[in-house]
Structure formats: C-alpha cells, structure tokens
C-alpha cells in the first residue's frame, strides 16, 4: 500500500481469495486472533477482512450480495463470544496506536533467544522491538494452546540499540492493560527475562519503561 511517498506491506491472515482463518482449520477465535496480532506488531499496514473481528468462518461472495452471518443469533456462524472478540481486537489495535508503544511501529526488532539453549522456543513468538524515539516493547505470542514458559536473555547487540542500561530501573508495563507486571534494574533484566503464558493468553506486549 502507497501512502503518500511511503510505500507498507499490508499486513493480514484473510483475503477474498482464501478461505477464512477458521475455516477448517482447527483455530479458535482467540488463536486466531494471536496470530493476526503478529502482523499487528510489524512495520506495515495492518488489515482486517470484514467479519474476521466477529469470527466468521463463512466465505463471503464476491460479485454477488451476502451479508456477515456471524453478527446474527441464530445463524450456524454465530459464535456466542464475537463481542468479545471485538472487544480484545480494539483493545490490541488501540495499543498499536498508543505513542507510548512506537516501538511496534518500527522497523527495527531482534528476535529473542531462550537463556538456557540460545535457540527459538517454537512454542513462543518473542520478538524486542525497539525504536522509533519510544520505549521498547517485548512482544510475546503463545502459538498454540498449552501453558507455556520460557526464560529468555537480551544480548549486547539489542539492548544497546534498545537504550537499556546495566544500572537504570526499569519497569515491564503490560502494553495492552498500562499495568505494570514487575520490576528490576537493567542488568538483570538483560541476564533472566522469565515469560510464563498460559493458555488463555494469546498475546503479551511487555512495555520496557524507565521507574
């Protein structure tokens, strides 16, 4: 997409093209909408195809009239939690626009590592972003559906540009809620970063503030 002289990615799981993200597929509504998080925490354009925020399975006609049947009781699509969903999708887009959060706006990102292995954790998208003159913001995704926990470290190579500093206290600040979940000064943060999802937490972005 071509704003201006700017040229974005677009950023979505749905098009008319494919069949729907629950469609088959096994996903639930709020697995779904964790993986679409992902993209929200990219450098692009975020896209929602219309009904995906109710949870609509149905494929919608193209070049031909229909109607979202997810938004109506008594139809087979109805899911009894779609307002729900709505909710949490404005709740995450929300926080992508939050100022205090640029971070997600940014380009620039380092892929975390577990502490004990220096490897990925398949079952865990952890990703720092960083820049953008803001805070930086770790974004956690449990991928599938079990209680998840993991222990990752921050290297030299991303809490230098990060701006995170050895002596300075800093607080994590849950980017969805602007609640703070703990404390601690920036060495041992950048040494034992502990992340414990269960399995109703799709998403996490964990603001790094100074205290």
Same mark, same amino acid.
């Given at each position: 997409? &071509?704003?201006?002289?700017?040229?974005?990615?677009?950023?979505?799981?749905?098009?008319?093209?494919?069949?729907?993200?629950?469609?088959?597929?096994?996903?639930?509504?709020?697995?779904?909408?964790?993986?679409?998080?992902?993209?929200?925490?990219?450098?692009?354009?975020?896209?929602?195809?219309?009904?995906?925020?109710?949870?609509?399975?149905?494929?919608?006609?193209?070049?031909?009239?229909?109607?979202? &049947?997810?938004?109506?009781?008594?139809?087979?699509?109805?899911?009894? &939690?779609?307002?729900?969903?709505?909710?949490?999708?404005?709740?995450?887009?929300?926080?992508?626009?939050?100022?205090?959060?640029?971070?997600?706006?940014?380009?620039?990102?380092?892929?975390? &590592?577990?502490?004990?292995?220096?490897?990925?954790?398949?079952?865990?998208?952890?990703?720092?972003?960083?820049?953008?003159?803001?805070?930086?913001?770790?974004?956690?995704?449990?991928?599938?559906?079990?209680?998840?926990?993991?222990?990752?470290?921050?290297?030299?190579?991303?809490?230098?540009?990060?701006?995170?500093?050895?002596?300075?206290?800093?607080?994590?600040?849950?980017?969805?809620?602007?609640?703070?979940?703990?404390?601690?000064?920036?060495?041992?943060?950048?040494?034992?970063?502990?992340?414990?999802?269960?399995?109703?937490?799709?998403?996490?972005?964990?603001?790094?503030?100074?205290?």
């Amino acid at each position: 997409m &071509r704003v201006g002289t700017d040229v974005y990615v677009v950023l979505g799981l749905e098009t008319h093209d494919e069949k729907r993200l629950l469609d088959s597929t096994g996903f639930d509504i709020w697995t779904g909408a964790g993986f679409w998080s992902i993209g929200l925490s990219r450098f692009g354009m975020p896209m929602l195809l219309m009904g995906q925020e109710f949870g609509e399975p149905y494929g919608l006609g193209f070049r031909r009239p229909d109607f979202l &049947r997810s938004r109506f009781e008594g139809r087979a699509q109805f899911h009894p &939690r779609g307002a729900d969903l709505v909710a949490f999708y404005s709740t995450l887009i929300r926080a992508r626009r939050d100022p205090a959060n640029a971070a997600l706006l940014s380009a620039s990102n380092y892929f975390l &590592r577990a502490k004990d292995s220096n490897q990925a954790d398949s079952r865990i998208f952890a990703d720092l972003k960083f820049g953008a003159g803001a805070s930086p913001v770790i974004v956690l995704n449990n991928l599938w559906f079990p209680d998840v926990a993991q222990t990752y470290y921050i290297p030299p190579e991303a809490a230098n540009p990060a701006g995170i500093s050895d002596d300075v206290l800093y607080n994590l600040v849950d980017a969805l809620s602007n609640k703070v979940v703990s404390s601690g000064i920036g060495r041992d943060l950048k040494w034992s970063l502990p992340v414990v999802l269960n399995n109703s937490t799709r998403v996490q972005w964990l603001r790094i503030e100074k205290a």
